[in-house]
């Protein structure tokens, strides 16, 4: 392809060329800060960057995506990819050029150079949002990807990462979002207490998953549940429809006592087997699909 998203007649061959080596240096921090770009690889990634892309030129915003770069193999298995990167600086490349680019082993034939995606915090929660996931010194990058992937599959507002969280434009982290990285609004470097004050300020509740909290999860939707079918008489710990920021730590430590003391309650997830605990992946996924499943209303009839 060439700067039009048309195939060119000769592919990109050199993995020691200049232009290669720059893209690569997107796999390290120092290099995403300087130029405000990261990579993302793989067909999903790639088709949901190119899809926000396109949504933004036509709103008249400027795009996401800077430059893609693929395989002939890729473009025959995905013929989209040529009307999708119509406009975009795209180019044809060997495996072998793919692969110095990449940070994978075995690259998928397709990387994209994107601009950061970021928005503030202000700009959150000025939009009213009722769902949203507040990871507070989550250090692994798949683990912060796969939290913001099931926040974008539970219908969450956004995704909102302490200051001392994980790069979440490091490539591991991006590849564990499965594109959801482009599809809800996400907030870096937020100061936690700041956060709180802000939320409560605009009505929203917040709750901490916790293992070792007093309020069990279970028993709060059932609580939720009984009061919608009673058409609201009834009572519960926290009424899970309710606009909510959840806050999930560190993997290995979990939340603070300075962060579980900012929550309205402290929630657990029950363990039934021998687990000794869930993963924060797992754990996250349960307690927003909890406050999504609330938020839908009760079923139909």
Not at 103 to 130: K, M
Not at 223 to 235: F, I, K, P, V
Not at 267 to 291: I, K, Q
Request: charged residues 20%.
């Amino acid at each position: 392809m060439n700067e039009t998203g048309r195939p060119q007649d000769l592919p990109l061959s050199n993995p020691r060329a200049d232009r290669v080596r720059d893209v690569a240096k997107l796999a390290g921090r120092p290099a995403r800060l300087r130029r405000g770009q990261f990579l993302a690889e793989g067909p999903q990634a790639v088709r949901e960057a190119l899809r926000l892309h396109q949504r933004r030129i036509v709103a008249g915003e400027p795009g996401v995506v800077h430059e893609v770069f693929a395989s002939a193999s890729c473009l025959d298995r995905y013929p989209e990819f040529e009307e999708l990167s119509e406009g975009v600086s795209a180019w044809l490349a060997t495996d072998d050029v793919l692969a110095a680019m990449a940070d994978t082993v075995n690259p998928q034939g397709i990387v994209a150079v994107c601009g950061f995606v970021d928005v503030s915090l202000s700009e959150v929660l000025d939009a009213g949002p009722r769902l949203v996931a507040v990871l507070c010194q989550v250090r692994d990058p798949g683990n912060a990807g796969t939290v913001l992937r099931a926040a974008d599959a539970a219908g969450a507002d956004a995704v909102i990462l302490t200051a001392s969280s994980v790069d979440i434009y490091n490539p591991k982290a991006v590849r564990s979002t499965a594109g959801s990285l482009f599809h809800l609004p996400v907030v870096l470097g937020a100061d936690v207490e700041e956060l709180v004050a802000a939320c409560r300020s605009r009505g929203m509740g917040v709750l901490a998953a916790d293992g070792y909290g007093q309020v069990n999860l279970d028993r709060l939707q059932d609580e939720n549940a009984a009061r919608r079918l009673a058409g609201s008489t009834g009572t519960s710990s926290y009424p899970l429809e309710n606009p909510t920021a959840w806050l999930f730590g560190n993997e290995a430590q979990g939340l603070s006592e300075a962060e579980l003391a900012l929550a309205d309650h402290r929630v657990a997830v029950p363990v039934y087997g021998a687990a000794e605990s869930l993963n924060l992946g797992t754990a996250a996924t349960v307690c927003l699909y909890a406050s999504a499943r609330s938020q839908q209303g009760p079923p139909a009839d």
